[in-house]
Antibody, heavy 123, light 108 residues
């Protein structure tokens, strides 16, 4: 079955950087677009970024453009999120999620989610 | 950006009662590209409904979705104890998907 396991979260000082990872298994990773979605403590959900199945296309929510970079290594079945210049408002659980569409037919809704990794930005 | 407003913020009901949750969009949602999720404390969201009315695999038929344009509804026909949770709607008809603020269904 589909399994997504995030890692890399932790407590980080404002202005520093962090790279989150999401290890995927149970499906053909290089055939699906992948997303990051975040949730601030006690708050709602916010879509953050998407990367196409082959890594050729990426998109971000406006609030993170220029600071966040989504990438993937299909040889390792792993999704990444590089977060630079961390701010207090980036404090959240970061989930990776699989798009249900196959090879470019992206849908942008989320059937499979990881358990999330918590990023806390604090001095 | 399409803003989704969910109401009510909290719904206090008893097991066996019917729950009606609303999701209103600031502009028309393309082709009923509207999904509903359930989230319990400490867990990732769970997809219930996509395409406004299609239940995901394994979702009980007491959950139903309806609506189009700017007004959507999630109905739980008879609440089971495991249904008390937070529910989010999400639109995916625009290039930047957005979520509603959530409705908490709590035990009365």
């Amino acid at each position: 079955q589909v399994q997504l396991v995030e890692s890399g979260g932790g407590v980080v000082q404002p202005g520093r950087s962090l790279r989150l990872s999401c290890a995927a298994s149970g499906f053909t990773f290089n055939s699906y677009d992948m997303h990051w979605v975040r949730q601030a403590p006690g708050k709602g959900l916010e879509w953050v970024a998407v990367i196409s199945f082959d890594g050729s296309n990426k998109d971000y929510v406006d609030s993170v453009k220029g600071r966040f970079t989504i990438s993937r290594d299909n040889s390792k079945n792993t999704l990444y999120l590089q977060i630079n210049s961390l701010r207090a408002e980036d404090t959240a659980i970061y989930y990776c999620a699989k798009d249900p569409g196959l090879r470019g037919s992206s849908w942008y809704y989320f059937k499979h989610w990881g358990q999330g990794t918590l990023v806390t930005v604090s001095s | 950006e399409i803003v989704l407003t969910q109401s009510p913020g909290t719904l206090s009901l008893s097991p066996g009662e019917r729950a009606t949750l609303s999701c209103r969009a600031s502009q028309s949602v393309t082709s009923t590209y509207l999904a509903w999720y359930q989230q319990k404390p400490g867990q990732a969201p769970r997809l219930l409904i996509y395409g406004a009315s299609t239940r995901d695999t394994g979702i009980p038929d007491r959950f139903s979705g309806s609506g189009s344009g700017t007004d959507f509804t999630l109905t739980i026909s008879r609440l089971e104890p495991e249904d008390f949770a937070i529910y989010y709607c999400q639109q995916y008809g625009s290039s930047s998907p957005t979520f509603g603020g959530g409705t908490k269904v709590e035990i009365k």
